[in-house]
Structures are given as structure tokens and as C-alpha cells.
């Protein structure tokens, strides 16, 4: 419940910067995707919107879907999260990533629904709207994580 008040006050901040005349000037609409195939079969799409700030920080807000499944074990998640970036002068950006994640894993012998926190901390070549790197769960448990690993690939583009 703590998550959804704390994204209900983001935007409702978020609507009162609006108000200036060049808010929207400096908002970039995107997100990241995810694909794996193989013995493991994973989707994911995150949408997100950022607030680009004078000095090469941006802020923004994410929702997020995820659907894996491995022989007869299937998982689905749905996510919240706050996104940070730090944009430097050379093409490297770094990110923070705070994501709260609902799963609910299926198997042959019933379902299971559980919810938990990541705390994500990566680093991405940046060109133009589009950046690629790998990013870090430094929250990770292997018993309450739908990940295989605490590391990820990231792929992201903003318009």
C-alpha cells in the first residue's frame, strides 16, 4: 500500500511542475523491453515517462509487465517504479532504479502471489534516445526474486 500512495504523490507533484510553460518541453515518453528464448521464454515491457533536468539528471515513473515460463512453471508480474538517469557528457549513463514488483508464479500444482522490492543500480552506452547496458539488483534474494540473477541487460529509448 506504501508504494501506491508514494506514486499518487509523485504525480500529483509531478502535475504541479506542470504548470509552468516549459514543463512539457523537457518530458520524454519511452520505456524498455525484454525478450528471452530458450529454455527459459521471458517478455517484458516497461513504459515510463521522465522529467529531463537542466544538469543531465532526469526523474520519471514506470509501469511494467513481465511473463516468463520454463517447461511447466510459468510467472507474471506487474511493476511500479521510480527511474533516476544521470547523463554525462561522453555517452554513459547511469541509473537507479527503485521497482516494486506484484508476481504470481503457476506450476502443475497451483499458483502462488507474492510481492517484492528491487533496487536496481546500472550503467548504459547512450546515443541520441536509445541506450544499452547492464544494471545491477542490489536488493536481491534468490528466495523471493522472480530473477534468475540480480544482474540484467537494459535496453531503453525516450522520444
Known amino acids: ?16 511542475f506542470s504548470q509552468k510553460s516549459d514543463f512539457w518541453n ?3 515518453f519511452g520505456g524498455g523491453f525484454s525478450l528471452g528464448f530458450g529454455d527459459q521464454t521471458t517478455v517484458g515491457i516497461s513504459p515510463s ?12 515513473t514506470s509501469l511494467g509487465y513481465l511473463y516468463s515460463e520454463i517447461n511447466d512453471f510459468s510467472t507474471s508480474a506487474f511493476s511500479t ?4 538517469f544521470y547523463q554525462t557528457n561522453f555517452g554513459i549513463q ?14 502443475n500444482f497451483g499458483s502462488n502471489n507474492f510481492n517484492f522490492t528491487a533496487l536496481h543500480l546500472g550503467v548504459a552506452y547512450s ?10 539488483d542490489v ?12 544482474i540484467s541487460p537494459v535496453i531503453r529509448f525516450y522520444f
Open 81 to 84: 517504479s521510480l527511474i533516476s
Open 94 to 107: 547511469f541509473s537507479g532504479e527503485l521497482e516494486y514488483y506484484f508476481a504470481k508464479q503457476k506450476d
Open 26 to 28: 523537457n518530458v520524454q
Open 49 to 60: 515517462a521522465i522529467y529531463n533536468f537542466d544538469n543531465g539528471f532526469a526523474l520519471g
Open 127 to 136: 546515443q541520441n534516445r536509445f541506450a544499452f547496458g547492464i544494471r545491477y
Open 1 to 16: 500500500m506504501k508504494p501506491l500512495f508514494f506514486f499518487i504523490f509523485l504525480n500529483i507533484s509531478l502535475f504541479a
Open 139 to 150: 536488493l536481491y534474494d534468490e528466495n523471493k526474486s522472480i530473477f534468475a540473477s540480480p
